[in-house]
C-alpha cells in the first residue's frame, strides 16, 4: 500500500510565502535610496561669537597723602601772623590693593559680537595678562558703558590690571561665560589696546525703527565702539557714509542713542560726556545698507583723543 503524499506546504514555505510580498513592497517603495545611505546636506553653523575688542578705558589713579615736610626745610618767616606754615609735600601712597575705591581701579571696556547672557558674568571669567607676565583678575564685571535691555555687548572690567608702567596687553575668557543664544564664549581672547588709541567702531548692524530709536527713520543702523563717544554733533553727519545696495551713498538722517550733543543747551537730558559705546544711525531709504564708513578725527573719547576712521561692512537683511 503506497503512502499517501501530502499536499501542506512545509512551515518554512509558509513562512517564505507570507513574508515574499511585503518584501516586494518595501524594497518598491524604498527603490534606489533605500539600498544605498546618502548623507543629508549639513546646515551652515552659525558664525561663532567673537571678542570685538578689549580697550582700557583709563587707568587708576594711584593715591597720594601729604606729609609734614623735614624740620629742617619749614619755612617759619610768617609765625608771627599766627598762620601755619607747616609746609608740606605730597607723596606716592601704598601701591593700590587688588580691589580698590572706584577712582583707584583701571578701567577695562569689552565688545562682542553676539549679546550677552547677563546671569553668567563674573569677574572670575576673566584672566588679564599684564606686560610683565602677570596674570591678574578683575574685582568687578558689568553691562557697560552701553547697558540698555538690547545693547549687552559692551562690559566693562574694573581692577588693577597694571598701570601705565606694566600695561595689559591681553585678556582670555576662562569660564562660563554664554551669549544670550546659549552660545559658549570660553576660550575666546583679545590683545589689549591702551588710553592712547583713538576709539574706533568694530560692528554694524540693522535694525528696525521704534518708538525710542529713529521713529521717523525707515532703518537704523546700530553701531559698536570700543569705548564711550562724545562730542557727537548733527554736523558730523555729512562724514559718515551709508553704501545702499542700489549702489547709491546717502547720510544718515540724525544720530541717536546719545544723551549730550554738541550744541544742546547746558539743561540738556545729560551733562558733560555722559554717553556710552553704543551709536545708532537713523536712516531715511528702503535699500538695505550695506557699508556704512566713518571719518577720522569725527568724535572722541573720554580722553579726549579723537576718533579713528573706520570702514564697516553690513550683512543684508533676509528678504
Request: hydrophobic letters at 40%; aromatic letters at 4%; glycine letters at 8%.
Given at each position: 500500500m503506497?503512502?499517501?503524499?501530502?499536499?501542506?506546504?512545509?512551515?518554512?514555505?509558509?513562512?517564505?510565502l507570507a513574508l515574499a510580498p511585503a518584501a516586494c513592497v518595501s524594497a518598491g517603495d524604498q527603490g534606489v535610496r533605500g539600498r544605498y545611505q546618502h548623507a543629508e546636506p549639513e546646515a551652515a553653523p552659525a558664525p561663532a561669537p567673537l571678542l570685538l575688542s578689549a580697550h582700557v578705558s583709563?587707568?587708576?589713579?594711584?593715591?597720594?597723602?601729604?606729609?609734614?615736610?623735614?624740620?629742617?626745610?619749614?619755612?617759619?618767616?610768617?609765625?608771627?601772623?599766627?598762620?601755619?606754615?607747616?609746609?608740606?609735600?605730597?607723596?606716592?601712597?601704598?601701591?593700590?590693593?587688588?580691589?580698590?575705591?572706584?577712582?583707584s581701579e583701571d578701567r577695562i571696556v569689552l565688545v562682542f559680537g553676539a549679546?550677552?547672557?547677563?546671569?553668567?558674568?563674573?569677574?572670575?571669567?576673566?584672566?588679564?595678562?599684564?606686560?610683565d607676565g602677570h596674570r591678574v583678575r578683575p574685582t568687578r564685571a558689568f553691562l557697560a558703558p552701553a547697558d540698555e535691555g538690547d545693547e549687552n555687548r559692551s562690559l566693562t572690567l574694573t581692577g588693577n590690571f597694571g598701570g601705565p608702567e606694566?600695561?595689559?596687553?591681553?585678556?582670555?575668557?576662562?569660564?562660563?561665560l554664554y551669549s544670550e543664544a546659549g552660545a559658549p564664549l570660553s576660550g575666546l581672547d583679545a590683545e589689549?589696546?591702551?588710553?592712547s588709541e583713538p576709539d574706533r567702531a568694530v560692528a554694524a548692524e540693522s535694525l528696525?525703527?521704534?518708538?525710542?530709536?529713529?521713529?521717523?527713520?525707515?532703518?537704523?543702523?546700530?553701531?559698536?565702539?570700543?569705548?564711550?563717544?562724545?562730542?557727537?554733533?548733527?554736523?558730523?553727519?555729512?562724514?559718515?557714509?551709508?553704501y545702499l545696495a542700489d549702489g547709491r551713498v546717502i547720510t544718515p538722517s540724525g544720530f541717536d542713542d546719545q544723551a549730550q550733543r554738541v550744541g544742546d543747551d547746558a539743561?540738556?537730558?545729560?551733562?558733560?560726556?555722559?554717553?556710552?559705546?553704543?551709536?545708532?544711525?537713523?536712516?531715511?531709504?528702503?535699500?538695505?545698507?550695506?557699508?556704512?564708513?566713518?571719518?577720522?578725527?569725527?568724535?572722541?573719547?573720554?580722553?579726549?583723543?579723537?576718533?579713528?576712521?573706520?570702514?564697516?561692512?553690513?550683512?543684508?537683511?533676509?528678504?
Amino acid at each position: 500500500m503506497s503512502a499517501k503524499r501530502s499536499h501542506r506546504p512545509t512551515r518554512a514555505c509558509v513562512v517564505w510565502l507570507a513574508l515574499a510580498p511585503a518584501a516586494c513592497v518595501s524594497a518598491g517603495d524604498q527603490g534606489v535610496r533605500g539600498r544605498y545611505q546618502h548623507a543629508e546636506p549639513e546646515a551652515a553653523p552659525a558664525p561663532a561669537p567673537l571678542l570685538l575688542s578689549a580697550h582700557v578705558s583709563r587707568f587708576g589713579v594711584e593715591p597720594v597723602v601729604a606729609e609734614a615736610a623735614p624740620p629742617a626745610e619749614v619755612d617759619t618767616t610768617d609765625e608771627a601772623d599766627g598762620a601755619d606754615t607747616t609746609p608740606t609735600v605730597r607723596v606716592s601712597g601704598p601701591p593700590r590693593m587688588l580691589e580698590g575705591s572706584e577712582i583707584s581701579e583701571d578701567r577695562i571696556v569689552l565688545v562682542f559680537g553676539a549679546q550677552l547672557d547677563p546671569l553668567t558674568i563674573d569677574p572670575r571669567n576673566f584672566a588679564i595678562l599684564r606686560g610683565d607676565g602677570h596674570r591678574v583678575r578683575p574685582t568687578r564685571a558689568f553691562l557697560a558703558p552701553a547697558d540698555e535691555g538690547d545693547e549687552n555687548r559692551s562690559l566693562t572690567l574694573t581692577g588693577n590690571f597694571g598701570g601705565p608702567e606694566t600695561p595689559p596687553v591681553a585678556i582670555h575668557v576662562i569660564g562660563e561665560l554664554y551669549s544670550e543664544a546659549g552660545a559658549p564664549l570660553s576660550g575666546l581672547d583679545a590683545e589689549i589696546t591702551g588710553p592712547s588709541e583713538p576709539d574706533r567702531a568694530v560692528a554694524a548692524e540693522s535694525l528696525e525703527p521704534s518708538p525710542s530709536r529713529c521713529p521717523a527713520a525707515r532703518q537704523v543702523i546700530r553701531t559698536y565702539w570700543t569705548d564711550t563717544l562724545t562730542e557727537v554733533g548733527d554736523s558730523d553727519l555729512a562724514q559718515v557714509e551709508l553704501y545702499l545696495a542700489d549702489g547709491r551713498v546717502i547720510t544718515p538722517s540724525g544720530f541717536d542713542d546719545q544723551a549730550q550733543r554738541v550744541g544742546d543747551d547746558a539743561g540738556g537730558p545729560a551733562v558733560g560726556r555722559a554717553d556710552d559705546n553704543v551709536l545708532d544711525l537713523c536712516v531715511d531709504a528702503d535699500q538695505a545698507v550695506v557699508r556704512v564708513r566713518f571719518a577720522a578725527g569725527l568724535f572722541a573719547d573720554p580722553n579726549a583723543v579723537p576718533t579713528a576712521a573706520a570702514d564697516l561692512a553690513l550683512v543684508p537683511p533676509a528678504g
